[in-house]
């Protein structure tokens, strides 16, 4: 089992970055296909991005080419650098992780796991 903790949600302007991190608890963290999420008032949670075992990505296009996604095994956590944020990316985003093979590029659905969010807001 795996316990996910988010942080780095914030205020900030359009136009402005954020970092987000997702530390995981667990010894097999390198087992697991990442993803994040997120949801705003009164829509559905989307995914963001997804990132498998070695490093395979996908983006969803109202984000490709301003967010990245990455991982650090060896500190068990999953970054999410948001660049160019528009006052639509307001939502709360969340992490969550899956167990995965190795042949498996990303998972877009069917995640076991999940933290439990945190706020951007992105507004002047």
């Known amino acids: 089992q795996v316990q996910l903790v988010e942080s780095g949600g914030s205020l900030v302007q359009p136009g402005g970055s954020l970092r987000l991190s997702c530390a995981a608890s667990?010894?097999?963290?390198?087992?697991?296909?990442m993803g994040w999420f997120r949801q705003a008032p009164g829509k559905e949670r989307d995914i963001v991005a997804a990132?498998?075992?070695?490093?395979?990505?996908y983006y969803a296009d109202s984000v490709k080419g301003r967010f990245t996604i990455s991982r650090d095994n060896a500190k068990n956590t999953v970054y999410l650098q948001m660049n160019s944020l528009k006052p639509e990316d307001t939502a709360v985003y969340y992490c969550?992780?899956?167990?995965?093979?190795?042949?498996?590029?990303?998972?877009?659905?069917?995640?076991?796991?999940w933290g439990q969010g945190t706020q951007v807001t992105v507004s002047s």
């Open positions: 969550a992780a899956r167990p995965s093979s190795a042949s498996i590029n990303y998972y877009l659905t069917g995640y076991d796991y």
């Open positions: 667990g010894r097999t963290f390198r087992n697991y296909a």
């Open positions: 990132i498998g075992r070695i490093g395979s990505t």
